[in-house]
């Protein structure tokens, strides 16, 4: 079975633009999760989305946005980039998002500059 | 919400060792404990996770044990191999209405450096 997928891998932005990011699940989950992971703050939960509902949020800013689609792919979008920004954009699929198994995509590392 | 503290921030041993990583999480009604391992330019990989229903689990030379009553939970790594070396990272499902809704809540990560 394919793994979780994230496109893409790498982004290099400026201040004040706006980026999306994408994540496949694995075949059969509908459950999305989005994680930032930078060296000062570790892994923190963004939001998670299961069919094609947003049912989670973390404390972010609303800068940062996400959607799902039928098929359960997600994108998330950051707007009017800070410098902060920078960090690696994970997600993680599971069957139902209840207390499930969470498998993780490689990542997007996303630059702002 | 939800808090873990994970100890120590970095470990190193020599190969053959064992290794223990511990943490705590605060609200005691989360009833998820996953590991993760992550290596450099890749996503968390998960190795072991148990329970609140467990005290114990064991993979091969992995194993997590659980204290509810204390509200921590441990790896253990037996017979380390210079393959080990990664960051390990656990977690705790931090719970809104007894449901979890995807959110996990991690621990700060562990610098394991297995030495040959």
């Known amino acids: 079975k394919a793994g979780v997928t994230q496109t893409p891998r790498y982004l290099i932005k400026t201040r004040g633009q706006q980026v999306t990011l994408s994540c496949s699940p694995i075949?059969?989950?509908?459950?999305v999760s989005w994680y930032q992971q930078t060296p000062g703050q570790g892994l923190q939960f963004l939001f998670e989305?299961?069919?094609?509902?947003?049912?989670n949020k973390g404390n972010f800013p609303g800068r940062f946005s996400g959607r799902q689609f039928s098929n359960s792919r997600s994108e998330m979008n950051v707007s009017t980039l800070e410098l902060g920004d920078s960090a690696l954009y994970l997600c993680a699929s599971s069957p139902s998002g209840i207390v499930d198994t969470q498998y993780f995509g490689p990542g997007t590392r996303l630059t702002v500059l | 919400g939800e808090n873990v503290e994970q100890h120590p921030s970095t470990l190193s041993v020599q190969e053959g060792d064992s290794a223990v990583i511990k943490c705590t999480y605060s609200d005691s009604a989360s009833n998820y404990f996953p590991w993760y391992k992550q290596e450099l330019g890749k996503g968390p990989q998960l190795i072991i996770d148990?329970?609140?229903?467990?005290g114990e689990k064991k993979d091969q030379r992995i194993a997590v044990t659980l204290n509810k009553t204390a509200k921590h939970f441990s790896l253990h790594i037996t017979e380390t191999q210079p393959e080990d070396s990664a960051v390990y990272f656990c977690?705790?499902?931090?719970?809104?209405?007894?449901?979890?809704?995807?959110?996990?809540?991690f621990g700060q990560g562990t610098i394991l450096t297995v030495h040959p």
């Open positions: 075949s059969g989950h509908r459950s």
């Open positions: 977690a705790a499902s931090s719970l809104i209405g007894g449901t979890s809704y995807g959110k996990l809540t």
């Open positions: 148990i329970r609140s229903n467990v």
């Open positions: 989305y299961f069919s094609e509902t947003q049912r």
